[in-house]
């Protein structure tokens, strides 16, 4: 399984992004798909995963300002981040849980 994400970048507090993960390397339909987060010197955390029948499960310090979803037929999952804080800058990845094949990420940078 391969993962490719983007969307990231430099952000003032407040603002938006939207990330993109595409997975490739079997259907996609068939995983429930997690969103990590790393800053540095920080453990890898979860942030929201998606089942495969589009059940969401979202880590508290981002309810209410991030939203997964997912479309099968492209094989990619988004992760929509609005009101954006300073203690969400990190490198997001994703991936399946249990999965040992990382992308390289994308950098998330939130300016105060």
């Known amino acids: 399984l391969q993962f490719v994400e983007s969307g990231g970048g430099l952000v003032q507090s407040g603002g938006s992004l939207r990330l993109s993960c595409v997975f490739s390397g079997n259907t996609m339909a068939h995983y429930a798909i997690t969103w990590f987060r790393q800053a540095p010197g920080n453990e890898r955390e979860g942030v929201s995963c998606?089942?495969?029948?589009?059940?969401?499960a979202i880590r508290n310090a981002v309810k209410g300002r991030f939203t997964i979803s997912r479309d099968d037929a492209k094989n990619t999952v988004y992760l929509q981040m609005n009101n954006l804080k300073s203690e969400d800058t990190a490198r997001y990845h994703c991936?399946?849980?249990?999965?040992?094949?990382w992308g390289q990420g994308t950098q998330v940078t939130v300016s105060s």
């Open positions: 998606i089942s495969i029948d589009g059940t969401v």
């Open positions: 991936n399946i849980a249990g999965g040992d094949s």
